[in-house]
């Protein structure tokens, strides 16, 4: 299992595949934030995610990584430590920024997402509305027991991809927050990870208009 310094250092290569994302945000779209916490837990490394709530009006009931809006004057870093405090409870000096991963655009073309990668002192824990659960990931089950990736063909606005989720327990990983996971573990592991495809998409129809750009 990698260590956090090992983690630091993948993250210091040069960045994975560009995606298309400029030219596909709206007008007035935003930058947003995460970060991807990770905790050393013994030997392992574990990720935290959290399940939003069903009553929000974006994303409600996907899981995700805490983050939000960059607020005017503020850098992408300022940004993602103000949101962990808010949504994670978790203070700047409990939290060690290790890198950044690649911008991704989430689905409906609305924030271009600039994933944080961090070691945290102490698990997050639900400080936010937001959020109704807090989920623990296993990096291991990638990068050392070789659990299959499934991916799903997920056409974009004319763009044929294919598009990675992760089978959580009762809950699926999916959307940009499954993307950002995927580049943190293939930079991880140095190599191509094994995936298969498969035809159900766990998404569902829930975002038809925003994929066909309508």
């Known amino acids: 299992m990698p260590s956090l310094e090992d983690v630091r250092q993948a993250l210091a290569q040069s960045r994975g595949p560009d995606i298309p994302a400029p030219p596909f945000l709206g007008p007035d779209a935003r930058d947003a934030v995460v970060l991807v916490p990770l905790e050393l837990r013994g030997p392992e490394i574990v990720a935290h995610a959290f399940v939003r709530a069903t009553g929000l009006r974006d994303h409600a009931g996907e899981v995700s990584f805490p983050g939000g ?64 659960e807090l989920l623990e990931v296993r990096l291991a089950r990638w990068l050392e027991e070789g659990e299959v990736i499934d991916t799903a063909e997920a056409p974009w606005r004319g763009l044929p991809l294919v598009v990675p989720h992760f089978s959580l327990g009762e809950r699926v990983l999916y959307g940009a927050s499954a993307v950002i996971l995927f580049e943190l573990l293939s930079r991880l592991a140095g190599r191509a990870l094994p995936t298969r495809l498969v035809k159900e998409k766990p998404w569902g129809r829930r975002y038809e208009r925003e994929e066909s750009g309508r």
């Not at 990668?117 to 959020?131: D, F, L, M, N, Q």
Request: glycine share 6%.
């Open 69 to 132: 809006k960059v607020e005017p004057g503020e850098s992408f870093e300022e940004a993602v430590l103000r949101e962990v405090e808010e949504e994670a409870g978790l203070l700047a000096p409990d939290v060690q920024i290790l890198g950044q991963l690649s911008p991704v655009p989430v689905v409906t073309g609305r924030f271009l997402i600039h994933p944080f990668v961090a070691a945290v002192a102490r698990a997050p824990r639900i400080t936010s509305a937001e959020h109704a």
